[in-house]
Every structure is written in structure tokens, then in C-alpha cells.
């Protein structure tokens, strides 16, 4: 692997008097899936909005292949490289699964032409097309996304998500309401995408035992603050991990 795509330095966010986080570090290089994990209100989310520059922060500072953009505002981000989801889905619901794949990656390029030139406007399609078809959605791709079932809308925004040829993507809770294989089918694909885009992948998640077999690098966050960070299952393994922070959920995850 080359060099960090992604670094959050000594990031602290405060409300007030309550830090949300305290000396927060997050590495992540291209290829990589990178894990989150913490107990609800350990500030996994927030780090995501520091990142893409919802909140910024008190101190610390965001890179983005080593480009500092820490003031840089959320579109900015976006256009630069950083791609996001949701826990809530967030799709425009007035237009098929095809418009707004389509849509997304013409933010992206800040396509802003009322008639674009015909070859640019066949590229875009193109990606749509192959975003649609690599995550198994070309069936709908002229469905209205209102009419799509939560498996289908949660998979179409994970298609958004890659959109752009991003260089790192935040993935909130992408496996949430979605059966046993639903899930496993997601973890297959985001592997086999990142791999082939060379997207570097943060992943909040709270099925650990699924995390385990998608991510390369795992952080327990606690109160804002790394708890542990390191290879998964030494993670897992960590006295700390299993007697303060993930209660039962590190004997499910079978460690």
C-alpha cells in the first residue's frame, strides 16, 4: 500500500463544555477497510462529521491525501474525494435508481452545463450504468427508488456512495435492518469494489462478527477518545476491549 489516503490528527470536538472528541486518530490508506466500533455516543458518527466537514473542530487537524482540509467545506470534500452514507438512506426520491446514481456522480464532477456536450454526457452515463450493474441493480435502474424494497435502497446508496471514483468512503451502519445474507452479499461487494477502485473504506458497524471479516484495521472508540486500534482480532482480544467497552458483544464476535 502507498501512503495514508485519509488522517484524522489529534482531532478534538467540543460542545460546550462536553467533548464529543478528545484527541481523536484515524489513519486509513488506499485499499483499506478501516472499522469503528464503541459503545452508543463513543462519538464514531461525529468523527465522521468532522471529516466530511459537517463540524469543525476545536483542534486538530483532517488530510486528505496529505492536503490539509481541515476548513474545507462539506461540497469541497465531496468533489475531492470523500464519499459518505447515511444510517437514515438518503436517496432523492423523485427519481429512478439509474437518476440518482446519475445525479451523483454529475455533483461530483460539478457538472453545471444545461447542455452538455454529448461524449461528457455518455461518460457520466456510462459510470451510472456500471455502478448499477457492478452492484447488481441494472433490473431497476428505471425503477422510482420509492417503490424499491430496504434491501434494494440500502444497496442503490452504497452504489451512490462509489460514485465519482471517490478516494476513501464513510459507510454509517450500511448493514442495519438487512438479513444474515443481505449483509454478507454487502460485505463481498464493498470488499471487491475497494479493491478494484483502490478506495480506501471507514465503517461504522455494530455487527462486530461481520466487521471481523471485512476489515483490515479495527478502533474501539470510548468517550471521543481510541480506545485500541490495531489488527481486528487482536483488538478483540484486548483486556480493556472486552471488560469496559463491548460487554457481550466480543463473545459473540467469537474471540
Known amino acids: 500500500m502507498s501512503g495514508p489516503v485519509l488522517q484524522a490528527r489529534d482531532v478534538t470536538?467540543?460542545?460546550?463544555?462536553?467533548?464529543?472528541?478528545?484527541?481523536?486518530?484515524?489513519?486509513?490508506?488506499?485499499?483499506?477497510?478501516?472499522?469503528?466500533?464503541?459503545?452508543?455516543?463513543?462519538?464514531?458518527?461525529?468523527?465522521?462529521?468532522?471529516i466530511t466537514g459537517v463540524y469543525r473542530p476545536n483542534e486538530g487537524s483532517v488530510l486528505l491525501e496529505g492536503r490539509d482540509i481541515t476548513?474545507?467545506?462539506?461540497?469541497?470534500?465531496?468533489?475531492a474525494g470523500i464519499g459518505r452514507s447515511f444510517q437514515t438512506v438518503g436517496l432523492a426520491p423523485g427519481l429512478t435508481s439509474h437518476g440518482n446514481v446519475l445525479a451523483t456522480v454529475e455533483a461530483v464532477q460539478r457538472v453545471w452545463a444545461p447542455f452538455p456536450a454529448p461524449a461528457a454526457r455518455a461518460r457520466r452515463r456510462a459510470?451510472?450504468?456500471?455502478?448499477?450493474?457492478f452492484f447488481g441493480l441494472q433490473d431497476v435502474a428505471d425503477?422510482?427508488?420509492?417503490?424499491?424494497?430496504?434491501?434494494?435502497?440500502?444497496?442503490?446508496?452504497?452504489?451512490?456512495?462509489?460514485?465519482?471514483?471517490?478516494?476513501?468512503?464513510l459507510l454509517?451502519?450500511?448493514?442495519?435492518?438487512?438479513?444474515?445474507?443481505?449483509?454478507s452479499e454487502r460485505v463481498k461487494l464493498?470488499?471487491?469494489?475497494?479493491?478494484?477502485?483502490?478506495t480506501g473504506v471507514v465503517i461504522v458497524e455494530h455487527d462486530?462478527?461481520?466487521l471481523l471479516d471485512l476489515c483490515d484495521t479495527l478502533t474501539?472508540?470510548?468517550?471521543?477518545?481510541?480506545?485500541?486500534?490495531?489488527?481486528?482480532?487482536?483488538?478483540?482480544?484486548?483486556?480493556?476491549?472486552?471488560?469496559?467497552?463491548?460487554?457481550?458483544?466480543?463473545?459473540?464476535?467469537?474471540?
Open 172 to 183: 454509517d451502519e450500511p448493514f442495519a435492518g438487512l438479513s444474515t445474507g443481505e449483509a
Open 208 to 210: 462486530v462478527p461481520l
Open 13 to 50: 470536538l467540543r460542545f460546550g463544555g462536553f467533548a464529543a472528541l478528545d484527541k481523536f486518530n484515524l489513519e486509513v490508506r488506499p485499499e483499506e477497510v478501516h472499522g469503528l466500533i464503541g459503545p452508543n455516543g463513543a462519538g464514531k458518527t461525529t468523527s465522521f462529521d468532522v
Open 127 to 133: 459510470e451510472a450504468d456500471e455502478l448499477l450493474a
Open 71 to 79: 476548513r474545507w467545506r462539506s461540497h469541497r470534500r465531496t468533489r
Open 143 to 169: 425503477t422510482q427508488v420509492t417503490e424499491l424494497p430496504l434491501g434494494l435502497t440500502k444497496l442503490l446508496e452504497l452504489a451512490k456512495v462509489f460514485a465519482g471514483q471517490p478516494k476513501v468512503v
Open 220 to 255: 474501539v472508540l470510548d468517550a471521543g477518545s481510541v480506545a485500541v486500534s490495531g489488527i481486528p482480532h487482536e483488538v478483540m482480544s484486548d483486556a480493556a476491549v472486552r471488560e469496559a467497552y463491548m460487554g457481550e458483544v466480543v463473545e459473540e464476535a467469537g474471540v
Open 190 to 198: 464493498i470488499s471487491e469494489r475497494r479493491k478494484q477502485a483502490r
